[in-house]
């Protein structure tokens, strides 16, 4: 990867938030030169991305859109289920980020009473399902995720919770004894409920002893624990990489679950794989791991998923 000029820095650091938890850091410090460099390079400035391309933009998959954005932070784009944007702020901005107007690009904005998200769920009982994610969740105060978990699991329609987060590998020392503490005493008061993780991991370098012995200790306490990697040109775009990542994943206790094309945001067209390589390097994955480690390699839209 280039380094930019001090110049080019100066325009990246006014237009993109950087951040890299110490952790993460840490960890890229054990790693081969090589390996190191493929984890790193998902959060450091590069100068494409000061390029302006057709076909990207700052909300790629519409989620501001009226007819799907009934609050500041909940998007509700399938009958069953919302999203909702708990923070901006993340262990790590990734370069590539869906909801880069939120994260990367954040200059604060309006967020919408927990009361009034409720209301909203009471009025449509079809909606099963609440998936908090952000900005990355885990960056609230514990309790404050724990007391927002409650509120929604407290209501008959909502049998469903999920959180999606990069933490796992980012920084894991955010699940805390006292989050497995609140974890313990959730499941207790809500046997009924499901509640999962999906995490967002895209190597197998990413992976640490910490992350592995988190997932085991959700999973003492009956949390499953899923993955979603995005497709990443110079990153993970060859078959041996995500075979090495489907591995990792799978030893560890966490199912593969999706693999996303790159969602076309602002300054993000340096890392597009062409979905015709997708169609080809998932093939040659389908040699290389047994069917129950592959992820649905998708598409993301404000329509929803659809199959590549
Ligand atoms: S951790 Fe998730 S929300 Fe945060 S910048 Fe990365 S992709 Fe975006």
């Known amino acids: 990867m280039k380094e930019p000029t001090p110049d080019e820095k100066a325009l990246l650091d006014a237009k993109f938030r950087t951040r890299i938890a110490p952790n993460l850091r840490r960890h890229a410090a054990t790693l081969s ?4 460099e493929l984890v790193l390079k998902q959060f450091m400035p590069a100068v494409e991305e000061l390029r302006d391309e057709p076909g990207f933009s700052d909300d790629p998959l519409h989620e501001d859109d009226r007819d799907i954005h009934p609050f500041p932070d909940v998007v509700h784009n399938y009958s069953t289920k919302i999203l909702y944007l708990t923070t901006d702020e993340c262990p790590v901005y990734c370069r590539y980020c869906t909801r ?14 927990l009361q009034d998200v409720v209301g909203y769920l009471r009025e449509r009982p079809i909606i099963n399902e609440v998936i908090f994610s952000g900005g990355d969740p885990m960056m609230l105060p514990v309790e404050d995720i724990f007391q927002r978990l409650r509120t929604f699991m407290e209501l008959p329609s909502i049998g469903f919770m999920r959180i999606h987060t990069r ?3 980012t920084a894991p020392a955010l699940f805390s004894k006292k989050f497995f503490a609140l974890l313990e005493s959730l499941r207790r008061d809500f046997p009924q409920k499901a509640f999962h993780f999906v995490f967002h991991i895209n190597t197998a370098v990413e992976m640490s002893t910490a992350a592995r012995d988190v997932v085991e200790k959700l999973a003492a306490h009956k949390v499953r624990s899923y993955a979603q990697a995005v497709l990443l040109k110079g990153v993970n775009d060859n078959a041996e990489t995500l075979a090495a990542l489907l591995k990792e994943l799978v030893f560890s206790g ?8 790159l969602d076309r945001v602002t300054g993000s067209a340096h890392f597009e794989v062409s979905d015709e390589d997708a169609r080809r390097l998932y093939s040659e994955l389908k040699t290389l791991v047994p069917v129950y480690m592959l992820p649905k390699l998708v598409r993301d839209s404000k329509q929803g998923k659809t199959p590549l």
């Open 33 to 36: 030169k090589k390996e190191s």
């Open 100 to 113: 880069k107007r939120r994260t990367l690009l954040s200059k604060g904005h309006k967020t919408s009473a």
């Open 167 to 169: 933490a796992l590998t």
């Open 254 to 261: 966490i199912q593969p679950y999706y693999l996303h094309q």
